[in-house]
Structures are given as C-alpha cells and as structure tokens.
C-alpha cells in the first residue's frame, strides 16, 4: 500500500470512528468543552453539584461534565453512562463527555479553557497539583471552587458507606433520591 492509500484508509477510519461517536453520543470527537468539570462522579453528589453551580455563576457560562474512568481506581460503582444519568438527574441539559483513558483524559485537558475542581481540604489541593502535574497541563487552566459547610465532609465514598449502613436520612443531605435509589439497587 503506498502513502496516498494509507492516508486515504486511516482518514476513513477516522471518519468512521467520528461517525461512530457521533451517533452514540450526539456530539463530535473534536469538539472540546471550554470549560470543564473531570471526575470520576462515581457517584455524582450534591457537593458534585455546588461546584458546578458556583463554577457556572464564576464563569458565566456553561460548564461541561468530563466523566473520567479513574486510572488510579479499580471496580467502579456504575458504568460511565450511569453516572451521566445521575449527573442529569441534576442538571438535566448536562453538556457530558467520556475520558476513558489517559489519552482521552489528556486531549480534553489540554483543550479546555479552564478545568473545574472542588476543594474540600489540603488532600484536595495535593490531589489536583499531582494530576495537573502528571499530565503535563498549566495550572493556570484550575478554576478552583473552594466546597465549605455541609458538603466538605462528604465524598461518593462516604456517601456509599451510609447507604450501606441504612443511613439514607443522612445520605439524602449528600445525595439525591435518584441516586440514593441507584446506590440502593448495587450495594
């Protein structure tokens, strides 16, 4: 096969891939969001929520949801298109993208204006130096949402620890119904 044919075949797989995407998610391989939220939302929370909500109210503008699957953690609680029915049970119109892998992860960072992060204490800042860090992205991109009062004390994994306690009085300050009744169904 010479180069002309070999160009001609890899920029039909390509359209294929795109077309592919396309259809299952209705937006473009390359499009990018301008601002982004990453996390892995494994559960998505109401914590999740107050740093989306207060990041869209600082930028004034949409912000997308970047669905990551963790390189760092094994056996999540839902699938990745789960957690984007979780994230629309709260922001119905949700702007969500897929980060399967570090290549994927990387070319949504790399392309976004700003990328979205919550804090919650100094294992948060140390967290989110170590990513930006580990994929090579300015920090100047963080848009840092400091998260105080109630929402600082809960994480998915603590909101996943009370639902199997039976804790769901508790739960519900940290969770939705919808995603308290998804958690009940796996846990």
Same mark, same amino acid.
């Given at each position: 096969?010479?180069?002309?044919?070999?160009?001609?075949?890899?920029?039909?797989?390509?359209?294929?891939?795109?077309?592919?995407?396309?259809?299952? *998610?209705?937006?473009?391989?390359?499009?990018?969001?301008?601002?982004?939220?990453?996390?892995?939302?494994?559960?998505? *929370?109401?914590?999740?929520?107050?740093?989306? *909500?207060?990041?869209?109210?600082?930028?004034?503008?949409?912000?997308?949801?970047?669905?990551?699957?963790?390189?760092?953690?094994?056996?999540? *609680?839902?699938?990745?298109?789960?957690?984007?029915?979780?994230?629309k049970s709260y922001v119905t119109k949700a702007n969500v993208y897929y980060a399967r892998d570090y290549y994927e992860i990387k070319k949504l960072k790399v392309r976004s204006v700003k990328i979205i992060k919550g804090r919650r204490d100094p294992e948060d800042e140390a967290h989110t130096n170590f990513v930006f860090d580990f994929y090579g992205i300015p920090k100047q991109k963080l848009h840092q949402v400091n998260v105080g009062g109630t929402y600082r004390n809960i994480s998915s994994r603590t909101l996943k620890e009370l639902i199997k306690k039976g804790e769901l009085e508790t739960a519900a300050a940290f969770a939705n119904d919808f995603t308290i009744q998804r958690l009940k169904s796996v846990l």
């Open positions: 096969m010479n180069t002309h044919e070999h160009l001609k075949k890899k920029k039909h797989l390509v359209k294929i891939k795109s077309v592919q995407h396309l259809a299952k *998610t209705g937006k473009s391989i390359f499009e990018k969001p301008k601002y982004a939220f990453f996390g892995s939302f494994d559960p998505f *929370t109401k914590g999740h929520f107050k740093v989306y *909500t207060q990041a869209v109210n600082d930028l004034q503008e949409e912000v997308a949801f970047v669905i990551v699957k963790s390189l760092f953690k094994n056996n999540p *609680t839902f699938s990745l298109e789960d957690r984007e029915a979780i994230i």
